[in-house]
């Protein structure tokens, strides 16, 4: 076993695990779809940032926070620099800030009574520290959100921005609809593949710190755009899929083994669909198996061709 590593197609894999892995694709390729759960939330404005469009006109971001809302992993000011300066495009990619954008603007009036845009964005609470402590951190999340509003509102705003000193916010924050995804429990195998089934179990991080297991990431096919991972996870120690926790995002798997015997955070190489997950636990080999559909395969199975 090795740590973050993708595998090719010239990597040693037997056929027993081709076998093993076609098995669980299959359950989660003809397993009932899990579709999203939106929930309502109420985000809390923290500090608010004025801008201008092209047009010169003034815009206004409430960042606001919501414990709803996945936590970014936790990375130094110089991991940062180095992936935004990687030319390697995984690289680059690596690290996200979850957040949720309104589904729309809400027109207001400023202090002198001009008519300005505002977008509500929630991010979660423990970020905002790092915000606020780290102008390097600020900046990315900035541009992040420049590049959410563009893509989602068709907008161009301007880099040159200030954060108001005595208002948190401006306007009436809105109400927002946040998806949450049902997380799939760990079947217990010793020599073939259970149905695969889904629960809301809640997650919980280790109270001390764990060491990060060895684990492999294959893509299926092994050539060109996958459309699965399979993730495995070697163990030693863990007897029970009852000891541990499987949380899946749609960038992003972690793992807790339970009292703090290892903990697991994986950026995933491609975007996956997270209702389209399968895993098991082999008890015997103390191995754990994670399928997990990605969004090109989840596309080619709505053409049929999947």
């Not at 669980?24 to 009932?32: A, M």
């Not at 995984?90 to 009574?113: N, W």
Request: proline content about 7%.
């Amino acid at each position: 076993m090795t740590s973050q590593v993708l595998l090719h197609p010239d990597d040693d894999i037997t056929q027993e695990d081709e076998h093993l892995w076609g098995n669980l694709i299959d359950q989660v390729k003809v397993g009932e779809t899990q579709k999203p759960t939106e929930i309502e939330v109420a985000p809390k404005p923290v500090f608010c940032v004025k801008t201008k469009d092209k047009e010169k006109s003034k815009v206004f971001l409430n960042i606001c926070t919501c414990d709803s809302i996945p936590e970014p992993k936790n990375i130094s000011v110089d991991d940062l620099v180095k992936m935004l300066e990687s030319e390697e495009e995984m690289v680059a990619a690596d690290y996200r800030i979850p957040m949720s954008i309104g589904e729309t603007a809400h027109a207001e009036v400023d202090k002198k009574g001009v008519g300005c845009s505002v977008y509500d964005i929630a991010i979660h609470p423990n970020f905002v520290k790092t915000l606020k402590s780290e102008p390097a951190f600020m900046n990315f999340f900035l541009q992040v959100i420049y590049e959410g509003l563009g893509a989602k509102f068709d907008i161009e705003l301007e880099w040159d921005w200030i954060i108001l000193k005595n208002r948190t916010h401006v306007g009436r924050i809105k109400p927002q609809m946040i998806r949450t995804y049902k997380k799939p429990v760990i079947q217990e195998v010793q020599d073939k593949i259970k149905d695969v089934t889904v629960s809301n179990k809640k997650t919980n991080k280790p109270t001390q710190p764990a060491p990060k297991p060895d684990y492999i990431i294959v893509q299926e096919p092994l050539k060109g755009t996958p459309n699965y991972l399979i993730i495995e996870v070697k163990l030693p120690g863990i007897e029970s899929s009852s000891k541990l926790t499987l949380d899946v995002g749609e960038d992003r798997m972690t793992l807790h083994a339970h009292p703090a015997k290892y903990f697991l955070d994986v950026e995933m190489p491609y975007d996956v669909v997270p209702m389209k997950s399968g895993a098991q636990y082999d008890t015997e080999n103390q191995l754990l198996t994670v399928a997990l559909m990605t969004t090109s395969g989840e596309g080619k199975q709505a053409r049929g061709e999947l």
